[in-house]
Structures are given as C-alpha cells and as structure tokens.
C-alpha cells in the first residue's frame, strides 16, 4: 500500500522515510538478513570483534552489561564460529578391575554411536546364544523329569536353573558402554548455556543405586551423566551471573579451565554415586561469562583473572548513535525477530518507523537508539501477535501502538495506578490558578512519567534568628538540595528578603521512587508565586534543573513526563530548550499538548504565572538578570 491510499500525508511519508534510515521497502519481507547470527548482532560491532578473534583463538570471553542487549546471542553466534570438524563424542566404559572408576574414551564425532551400536549388537547375539542354551538344557530336565513321572520335581529344577542363570551368570549388556556426549547430529560446535545450573548439571553426576547387590544392580557406568561442561566440549559454555555460582563452583569451573578434563562424580554425599569417580572427562571448553558490573564483584578473583589473562573483557553498549545507518540496522532488527519468532507476519514500514521512534524513546539519552533489544523484540512479538490475532496479513502502526499498551513496564503500570488513585484524591487541579501551587513532572523507574504537584507556603520565621527552608513529602536528598539552591535564587531574583521567613515546600503524596532534581523550577516558580502571592496556571505542567544563575538546564525522561501529563489533561508544559529533541511522543499523543521550550527563570514564570503584578515581577527579574 503506498502513502496515498493509507490516507498519509506527505510530511509523515518523510518523517517515516527519515526514521527508516532512508530504506524504501513496503514490509520487512524484502529485507534481507545475513545467514550467520554474529552478523546478526546489532551495536554491538566492539563485541563482535572480540568474540570473532576469541573463536579463532579460542580464548574466554566476559561480557559485561545491562540485561538483553545480546550477551548470550554473542555466544551462541561463537558457537557457530567454532571448527565443527573438531567435534568428538565421548563415551563410558565399565572398568572391570575397579567398578567404581568407569573409564573414558573419545572418538570422532558420530563414532560413538556405532560403537554403542555394535557393542549392543555383540551383546545380543551372546544373550540369544545363552538363552537357547538354557532353552534347550530347561527342555531336556522337563522333558527327562516328565519320562521318569517326576514332573514336578522337573519343572521345581528347571526354575531354579533359571534363576541361577538370570542373576548368576555374566550379562553381556553391562559391558554396553554409553555415550555420554553424542556430537552426531551438530551442525555447529555445541552451546551449553549453563546460568543457574547447579553443581551437578555443571559438573555431572552419578546417578543413586537404590540396589547395590545380588546382581540387580546398575553398573556404576550407566549411571554416569555428563555436565554442561562436557556438553560445551569444544564448543561453548554460556554461563550468566556468574557470580550466583557458589565460590567453590567457580573453584571447580577454575579447574575445569585449567586441566581442560574433569572427571565426575556423585555430587550428593550420601548416595551410592559418590563413591564413584570416572576417569577424567574431557571438557575443553570456551567460557563466555556474562553479567552486570555486580557479576564482577561476585566473582572469584582467580576465575576472572584467568579469563584477563586468556580472554577478552568486554563491556556491552546500552544504545548506539541515532543515524541513518543505525536506523537501518534497526529495520533488519525488526525483520531478523519477525524470522526467528517463525509465527507473526512481516510489519509494513509504517509499524517498523514506530518500532525506531520506540527505541529512541527508550534509549533516553539524545541522539540515540536503545540497544536493549530483548525489551524491543518483544514488543515486535506484541504488536504480531495482536496483528495475528486480528488475522492480518501485515502488522501495521496500530498494532504496533496497542502492543505498545500492552507491553508497559512495571514502572509504567505502577504509574498508571498511581495516576487512578490520584485521580480519586484529586491531589492536582488541571485548570484555574492558586497561589504557591505548581504541577511539576517526576519519573519513576527509569520509564514512567508522573505529575507531582508542589505547594509553597510562607509564613513568618519561628526561629528568631533566620528563616528556614523547610520541605515535607518524602523528599531524597537530591531534591532537597535543589530546595536549597532555589532558596538562593529566590533571595535574588525577588528582591525580597526572606531571611525572616519561613518557606515551607511540600510535594503532595510523593512516594519512594521519585528522584533527581528536575523538580527545581517548579519549586522555584511555587516559592515565588506564595512570595509575590501571584497565582500559577494550574493547566500549565513544567520540568527542568535550575541553576543558581537562573538558568534553566536539562533533565531526563522528557518525553514520558510529557505523556504523564496529556493523561492528566494538562494544557502545556514548560520543558528546559535543551531538551526539545529529546522529545519522542507517539502517535497516540502527538499535538495533544502544547510544548513550551524554555531557557531562563522568567520565561518560566512567564508562561506559569497569571493575573496582574505578574508582568511587573517579570521586568524586575529581567532587570536583575542583566546587571
Ligand atoms: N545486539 C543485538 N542484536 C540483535 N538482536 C539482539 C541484540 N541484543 C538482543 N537481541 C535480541 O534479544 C534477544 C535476547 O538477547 P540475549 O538473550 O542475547 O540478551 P542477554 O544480553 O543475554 O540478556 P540476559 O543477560 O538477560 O540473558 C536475542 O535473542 C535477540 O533476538
């Protein structure tokens, strides 16, 4: 469908052009993505180096940083990196001199299953030849006891003969050996991603005997179970939060490292299993350990140190820079999750550019795209499974903005609760004017916009010596500082001498979570209005960082402190003029409020203050501001 019949203007047709990073295509069907995942890993061009070199090298890798942004993808794509020729399959034999030290054999890979195949076949032609023997000597006893008349006496002795035979004699099959790792049917080195593994999925296991005698019992080698690092065999172990593994799991990981084998054992002290211990198992592994900065603290200074001596460390980009090539990359991004997802359809262009305005909002630093993809791909798992849904054919922007409603993070949701309940107490009025009360905008989390309004009060000094600032709510210490700094500015934008005064600030039912001192031209403009006793437009809503010059200075999370206040139906809002291109609204609240870029104080009060004596407090300010 081109521009014209979806009803799109021209000036949109560019802007989505724009956000496609130049790309002309009508669904992510006609975008081609690479064969081989490494170079599917999107921002992250400083890892990839890294863990091309380390492939060929075979060296460890740490990667450190913020979840999602493609830490186990990069070890899976170095599993594909690996020789998949050198693969081997690793089997267990019994050991007839000591059952409790099952012995250990590699062969190529796709050998040991022969091996077992051919044992089992030799196994069986020696069971039949037995079990016709015994066939034939039962037959004799029954048919010799039935000619004397001694039946009975026969079929007692025949049994008995072949219980002996059952539980006496050598049973071929326990000489069966098993395979304990099978690399046959690999297309690529193994990837054993281990995070959260205990010590005997890590390291192996013996499997408990229930029945340790008289012939019923397993031999020691069958149960024999291999760890994910005989599994990561020539291949790669993927191990996340590496520091959650007890220390002495990294001691034994350490050791594994170093000795390249390691032999298993019973990993519960009380069973049969412990009593039995393989030869050394070979495990000749690449450790990718991933994690956050945390991970480092956690973790035993000899494992990391091994991984900085023989590996690479590597920190992990949360976004890139926001430009047409990246934007591209995005686009494939979109189109590479619809082929690995298998089940939703091909987004058309218009659902894709959302998918970037998204990932600009969600890298919350100017100028760039967020590279928390995990977060991004599901919500392109949202909007097809809504489109799905609906039986579409393609997912078009309005999936994508009702995923975009549906994929909210707690944050967000917890806001929207927050905003239900304040809707009940009515603690914030959108329209008319009152004196030393301003809607300010806070976030919480890291996404999700409120409306937190202030109230200024002044009154005259209890002490007798000076006047206090004092600020109630449950203010963090940040925010309390910037009541402090507005105090200065006060003192000397108004002219008043506040020295005698009490400035009481409250920021009405804040909560945990609310930080930063974005809020300091609201307190500013609430002290000022109580002070000259001009009332604030109440459908005015503002952010900003004031410096003590007066100046207003950039904040974070504009475009969700924009949001949180269309939904409270708020008319304008004030932001710092340095954050103007921060602001990334959807569709959904595009042109719903009028966006007011400020740089200064007055032009604050300006736009906040209404009624008379505002326009003369205005010229003071400016005359102040000149000197
Ligand atoms: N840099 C990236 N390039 C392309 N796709 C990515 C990237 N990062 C994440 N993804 C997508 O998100 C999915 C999940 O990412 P992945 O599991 O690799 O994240 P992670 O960093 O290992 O997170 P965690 O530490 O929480 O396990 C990937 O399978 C892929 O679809």
């Given at each position: 469908m081109d521009a014209k019949s979806q009803g799109v203007s021209e000036g949109v047709e560019n802007s989505v052009k724009e956000l496609l990073g130049g790309l002309d295509f009508e669904t992510t069907a006609e975008i081609e993505v690479p064969e081989r995942l490494i170079d599917q890993v999107i921002g992250q061009d400083h890892a990839v180096e890294a863990i091309k070199k380390a492939a060929v090298q075979k060296r460890h890798v740490m990667l450190i940083g913020s979840?999602?942004?493609g830490k186990s993808m990069l070890a899976k794509a170095m599993a594909e990196l690996l020789p998949k020729e050198e693969l081997e399959d690793i089997l267990v034999y019994p050991n007839p001199e000591d059952p409790n030290q099952p012995k250990i054999r590699t062969v190529p890979a796709g050998k040991g299953k022969e091996i077992v195949e051919a044992y089992k076949q030799e196994a069986l032609k020696k069971a039949q030849a037995r079990n016709f023997f015994l066939f034939m000597l039962v037959f004799f006893i029954v048919g010799y006891a039935a000619i004397e008349g001694q039946i009975i006496w026969g079929i007692i002795a025949a049994a008995m003969l072949f219980l002996v035979a059952r539980y006496m004699l050598p049973k071929e099959e326990r000489n069966v050996p098993k395979l304990l790792v099978n690399n046959a049917e690999r297309k690529t080195a193994p990837f054993e991603d281990a995070t959260g593994a205990h010590a005997g999925a890590l390291f192996g296991d013996v499997r408990h005997d229930p029945f340790q005698s008289g012939g019923l019992e397993t031999p020691a080698h069958e149960r024999v179970e291999a760890g994910a690092i005989h599994r990561a065999h020539r291949g790669v172990l993927y191990i996340d939060e590496?520091?959650?593994?007890t220390i002495e799991s990294q001691q034994k990981l350490l050791t594994a490292l170093q000795e390249k084998k390691f032999p298993i054992t019973g990993q519960s002290e009380r069973s049969s299993g412990a009593m039995v211990r393989t030869e050394p198992v070979p495990c000749d592994f690449v450790l990718v350990a991933a994690g956050n900065l945390d991970a480092l603290m956690g973790m035993h200074p000899a494992l990391r140190s091994r991984i900085e001596g023989y590996g690479y460390e590597i920190y992990m980009n949360d976004s890139m820079e926001d430009t047409p090539e990246n934007r591209r990359k995005l686009v494939r991004f979109v189109a590479q999750e619809v082929r690995r997802d298998g089940k939703i359809p091909h987004f058309d262009r218009y659902a894709v550019a959302e998918i970037i305005k998204e990932a600009k909002r969600r890298a919350g630093r100017r100028y760039h795209l967020t590279l928390r993809l995990r977060e991004l791909g599901g919500l392109v798992r949202t909007a097809g499974d809504i489109a799905k849904g609906e039986g579409a054919s393609v997912v078009r922007l309005e999936h994508v903005l009702a995923a975009k409603k549906i994929a909210r993070t707690i944050e967000e949701q917890l806001a929207d609760k927050y905003l239900e309940r304040r809707k009940d107490y009515r603690l914030f009025t959108t329209e008319g004017a009152e004196v030393g009360k301003v809607n300010g905008l806070a976030v919480i989390g890291e996404s999700a916009g409120i409306v937190l309004p202030i109230i200024a009060e002044v009154t005259p000094a209890i002490s007798k010596e000076e006047g206090r600032v004092i600020a109630t709510g449950r203010l963090q210490e940040i925010a309390m500082e910037a009541v402090m700094n507005v105090s200065a500015i006060i003192k000397k934008f108004?002219?008043?001498?506040?020295?005698n005064k009490d400035v009481h600030i409250q920021f009405v039912g804040t909560y945990e979570g609310v930080e930063g001192d974005s809020a300091s031209i609201s307190i500013a403009t609430a002290v000022i209005s109580a002070i000259e006793g001009i009332p604030v437009d109440q459908s005015v809503a503002m952010t900003g960082s004031l410096s003590v010059k007066g100046e207003v200075l950039p904040v974070g999370g504009v475009t969700q402190k924009i949001e949180a206040a269309i939904q409270a139906g708020l008319k304008k809002v004030i932001i710092p003029k340095d954050n103007l291109d921060d602001v990334m609204l959807d569709a959904a609240h595009e042109g719903k409020i009028e966006i007011i870029p400020v740089s200064r104080i007055d032009e604050v009060l300006e736009h906040a203050l209404v009624g008379d004596g505002k326009e003369k407090l205005i010229g003071k300010l400016r005359q102040i501001a000149r000197v």
């Open positions: 979840p999602g942004t590496i520091n959650t593994l108004t002219g008043r001498d506040i020295s």
